[in-house]
């Protein structure tokens, strides 16, 4: 086929998109362009299809002949939109009357399909022949088929995700209805038991819950890996694998199915050239559906994660299976492509066509979601997460600006996939915006000489604990904060030059009502005497074990976060403590929040907290609440709380202990176990002095103020054996049907043992076991 005509039945092809014409006049207007006519003088290609004679004349004829007359009239007019769009005009058919007569018709030389094959120039006008006309009309049959099919594959794909947020919508109000329903705080459990076991809905709904949680939604989808990387991959959950398989087994399917094939085709004579463009066309634009599912997901202001309740963790594994099927079908859509044109027409028009944009970039698309993944290797994310991230950011954001040049030449057809895909960031972008704004910024006219409040932070470093603590007082006084959520802290920080905000997420800790007396940001939280004291005095003298500490409803508190300091924005948050004095430091941080989600720990007759290092964090709010409702929530079902918590160094737990801590102690319905696996002094971080800092007030702090002896213990802790001895003390106790809530927060091997020790119990018979994690894996 000459190059020309190939060029041509493309862009005839790209205006089937905008003008959609009869079948009928598509197929006699496609069939009659694998013609050419030596026309009295020479046209241009569309000159040469809205006026050349020849060509007309056969055209007009065949359709007389095979379609029918409103065909005929509505795609004639269409054919006259195309040659006016292309600032040329058709020729009416009532030019040629005398061309098209019966008589006339009957006289035409008739033309086979593969008849002229060879590239003949016609000197005459011809009529098609019926063969010809069945395989034109087939052809676009199923050029129009695969249209439709393909668009109907990629709202299927939508479809698969739709069901199964729905799914997990559906699970989530059911089990929020359940806890609430359940959850009287004046009624026992067991005659709560006794109301919902009347109801056979409630039985059935309770066995299909817990067959799904046991074998399903819990265990982890291979050995115990979930959090732990195995050999650097992430292992999902079993229930998430089966998503994920599900998913990648439809992309495939979706991908090579339906390519009704033909010899004899108009627009590509053989079946593999029809296969490479159905594949490519197919492949390209399921790979263009998948990008607002993909941008969806990686949203830090998710409605699906509030909708589901699941995590971010869950909804970063399935966008990262999205992003992989839509980089692979991308792939074979650019390869099917090239070798389509190559078949076809060698380098002749590759290197026409590598000169367009909507060419070289769909290329370019294509080789950055390619590198992407690579990019986002787990050793980058874990080693170089600035680098990653802002990588990330970047090539995102050029490859939908490349797409929407690669797919202009379609006239925004394919654009329904990509604004979307703005839509969702801008709407995350914004949100975080307003949520930054309403955390940090508050207009008061009560105080003419501020009225801007602004969030204030301190931060103070441990070198014995090797942690952070900061205080940050937000602007806002009616930020209402909840356990287990966390918030994205905005620091500014120096890169080449340039002051560049970065942002990490934190879970928070506590709340600190010292400075709420002074009901406001704008002035200091507290005296700076009062500053120096915080890290460095045993307790807060606001703390008072007995008292509820949502002293004033109007007023906000300080959030507390611990931190590890690790090698980027945290390692420079210690640096600049340790360039202190007293390793304490003023700094202009910004809050965002809150994110995540709260566990109905309330509901449960027995807890069992558990913690590694930090993930004190996930655990000490839900203790706080409990012992003095300093979170709001007041209700409390639970009658025993076994608290466990490691971490390297035992300078931590004395710390917390002695401050948030401290309302816990003295309790028969608390019980705390404390491990330490390192001494300070050998896991502090290498040059650091443990002099004149916090270590000077260590044993004060152990000795007169923390409630009797802790009982460290200075090894790991048994996490399932622990788990077990609780469950049985319950058990044996005899709460009959009272449940067992286990929340974990720590490193990721911690996570991965008490998630196997829980599904190992739910195996072994006892359903009243609940498990939540408060963890964070790649
Ligand atoms: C929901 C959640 C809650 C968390 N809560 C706490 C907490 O209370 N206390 C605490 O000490 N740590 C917490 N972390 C971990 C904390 O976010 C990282 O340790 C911190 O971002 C490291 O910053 P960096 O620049 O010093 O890290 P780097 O030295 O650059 O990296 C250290 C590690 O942190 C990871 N990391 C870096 N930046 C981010 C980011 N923006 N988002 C996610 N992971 C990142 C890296 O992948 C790497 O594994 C939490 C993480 C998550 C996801
Ligand atoms: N919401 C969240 O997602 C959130 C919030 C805060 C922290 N975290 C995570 O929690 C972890 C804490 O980090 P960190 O540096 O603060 O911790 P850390 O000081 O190292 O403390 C972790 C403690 O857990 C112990 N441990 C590890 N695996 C264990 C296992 N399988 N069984 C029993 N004990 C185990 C460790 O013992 P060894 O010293 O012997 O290893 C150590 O004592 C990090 O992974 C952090 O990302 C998550």
Redesign the pocket.
Known sequence: MKLRTWITIVVLQFAVYTHSLPTCINAVQAAINTLAFIESQPLSDYDARCRGRLRLISFYASTTVYCEPDELKEGLEGVATECSAQNTTLVPISEFEANLTEDAISHLRIVERFELDGGDNLTVPVLLSEEFFNLAYKTIVTWEYEIALRREYAFTSYAFWGIIIVIGTLCNYLMKCWERRSYNGDTHVDADDQASMSSHLAMVFRRIYHITKMYFSLPAGWKTYHLRLYYGCTVPTRMETIIVIIFWAMSITLSVIKYPVFYGNVYWLLPDRQLARYFADRTGELSYAHLPVLWLFSGRNNVLQWATGWS?GTFNIYHRHVARVATLQAVAHSIAYHHLIMKNNGMALYREWIQMPWFYLGIFATILMSILPMLSSIYL??????F??LVHITFSLIIILTLFVHTSIFHGVYDIYLWPVVVVWVIDRSLRLVRLVYCNIRISLKDPNHPILMTKSTVTYSSVSN??RITVTPGVFSLRPKPGT?Y?IYAASNWFGWDLW????????SLDYTGTSNSGASRPLRPRAMDEELYTQPCYNSIDSDTPMVSNEKESPALV????????????LRDMCLRTPNRQATVRLLLEGP??HSAPLENFETLVLIAG???I??TLPYIREYVNHQWGRRRWRTENIHFIWTTQQAAFINEVASKELRPAFGRDDLHMLFYATSTATSRAPPGLSDTADYSDNLDTLLTSETPGELGIQYHRPDVPALIRAAVAKHRSSGKGSGRVGILVCGPAGMADSARATVVQILREGFERVEYFE?A?G?
């Open positions: 971010f994310r874990i080693y170089h997460y600035e990653f991230l942690v952070l966390h994205y970065e942002s990490h997420p934190f879970t928070l800790a976060f611990y931190i590890r300091p690790f090698d980027g924005f945290t390692k420079r994110y995540g290092g930090t993930g964090a996930g408060e964070y790649w």
